[in-house]
């Protein structure tokens, strides 16, 4: 069984930061052969991949909305995933939520939709006031 549990979350103003943690309790041996990504969903929308990066960090994917703004990475000793978010803008207020999939769920046609994970968080709360 897989869990996802994600931290650091929390209010800042724009321009502000914050990087979000998902740990996974997981084999270590699975983690590392996982795509992981990053969802977010605000209320009345739909759910949106943010970003994802390949179990071997060689690719990563970000949606057009944060690219130049945020920075996914994992670290595979410690089974766990961060996103980085930099200047941030009022439009990024959602509940933040990570994902794992199998290898082939990172893929630049695939790695946005949410139904190539497999194994979900249950989400942290950012919130960005103007």
């Known amino acids: 069984q897989v869990q996802l549990v994600e931290s650091g979350g929390g209010s800042v103003q724009a321009g502000g930061s914050l990087r979000v943690s998902c740990v996974a309790r997981?084999?270590?041996?699975?983690?590392?052969?996982?795509?992981l990504g990053w969802f977010r969903q605000a209320p009345g929308k739909e759910r949106e991949g943010v970003s994802a990066?390949?179990?071997?960090?060689?690719?990563?994917y970000y949606t057009d909305s944060v690219k130049g703004r945020f920075s996914i990475s994992r670290d595979n000793a410690k089974n766990t995933l961060y996103l980085q978010m930099n200047n941030l803008k009022p439009e990024d207020t959602a509940m933040y939520y990570c994902?794992?999939?199998?290898?082939?769920?990172?893929?630049?046609?695939?790695?946005?939709?949410?139904?190539?994970?497999?194994?979900w968080g249950q989400g942290t709360q950012v919130t960005v006031s103007s």
């Open positions: 994902a794992a999939g199998p290898p082939s769920a990172c893929a630049s046609n695939s790695w946005s939709s949410a139904g190539v994970f497999t194994y």
């Open positions: 990066i390949q179990a071997g960090e060689v690719v990563s």
């Open positions: 997981a084999e270590h041996s699975r983690f590392i052969r996982f795509c």
